[in-house]
């Protein structure tokens, strides 16, 4: 069972980069659509909204709480994270929150007291975002079955769809653990993490190919390799699994690939703010998957030290 201060501090940094994905899913999701199916749009934008305001929340509970581990690793905000919404509200006129991308850019990381009332104002957010999360993963269960039966059209690939469904659901996953005060087995954790974070980074460089500008044909190749690195990454861990090969062994090559697709996704960052990619890719989704690299970064390093 986890100390109160493990529930609390490890709770927030799994909102402080959770709540954020959850509120661009919806953003993507919310753009994707044609104005026949307006509705959808609009119950898209209540959660992008709705974690807006869990988001809000947390910043606030997470001021002097948060591990300086997370809050430097980059998988909160980066250097990009604000031109980034910016630009992107620009070419869609969604209204992105980008006063709690300044928030997060002056959070601190010591000096806050952990007490019982801080405790009980977690478990109630951490209650708000499974309330929200259920709904989350209902509307994206719901467009994955009509975009695959052809009743929908809606410029996300449904790959994605099932992409950030999954996503959600291990957001869900580790929030009812939590809950639970469920403690984690460092090698089981590792296992489970690796598994589901190589088909995730493979999947982003495959979208990231598909985005690209035909003529891109430097970048579609670099995207394409990463995708079938990962790929194979992916099948070093469930050999990893049958005790065939060391799970060590598998943890650093998935280190060493994911600080190359890190970097290929920080310069391409770079490249959509600055205008030099051409792409159908909205300059967020960039800094989105930059982010989750970064964060999938950190685990791995702290399995390494576990492990």
């Known amino acids: 069972m986890i100390s109160s201060a493990e529930y609390i501090q490890e709770s927030l940094a799994l909102h402080l980069f959770f709540a954020r994905i959850m509120k661009e899913h919806s953003f993507f999701l919310e753009i994707g659509f044609t104005p026949k199916d307006h509705v959808l749009s609009s119950q898209a934008d209540y959660f992008r909204r709705a974690f807006d305001a869990l988001l809000e929340d947390v910043i606030d509970l997470s001021a002097g709480v948060v591990s300086p581990g997370v ?32 928030d997060e850019l002056r ?9 019982p009332s801080l ?87 495959k979208f990231i190919r598909g985005l690209l500008d035909p003529t891109e044909e430097d970048l579609f190749v670099l995207a394409d390799n990463f995708g079938k690195e990962f790929d194979a990454l992916s099948n070093e861990v469930k050999t990893a699994m049958d005790k065939t090969m060391p799970l060590k062994k598998v943890t650093d090559e998935s280190i060493a690939a994911t600080e190359r697709i890190r970097d290929f996704n920080r310069t391409g960052t770079e490249g959509l703010l600055g205008c030099r990619i051409k792409s159908v890719i909205i300059p967020l989704l960039g800094d989105h998957v930059l982010r989750e690299s970064n964060h999938y970064l950190r685990l791995l390093n702290e399995y390494k030290r576990q492990l």
């Open 71 to 102: 809050l430097l690793s980059g998988e909160v905000v980066t250097p990009y994270t604000m031109d980034a919404e910016k630009s992107s509200a620009y070419f869609t006129g969604v209204n992105i929150a980008t006063g709690l991308t300044g």
């Open 119 to 205: 405790e009980e104002r977690v478990f109630s957010v951490n209650d708000e975002a499974i309330r929200l999360l259920n709904g989350l993963i209902q509307l994206k269960t719901s467009l994955l079955a009509n975009v695959l039966a052809c009743r929908l059209f809606t410029v996300n690939y449904p790959l994605l769809i099932d992409h950030i469904l999954r996503e959600a659901r291990l957001y869900l996953h580790l929030l009812r653990r939590l809950q639970n005060r469920e403690s984690f087995d460092p090698e089981k954790e590792a296992y489970e993490q690796e598994t589901f974070w190589n088909r995730i980074m493979a999947e982003h460089s």
């Open 107 to 115: 959070l601190e990381s010591d000096g806050a007291q952990i007490n």
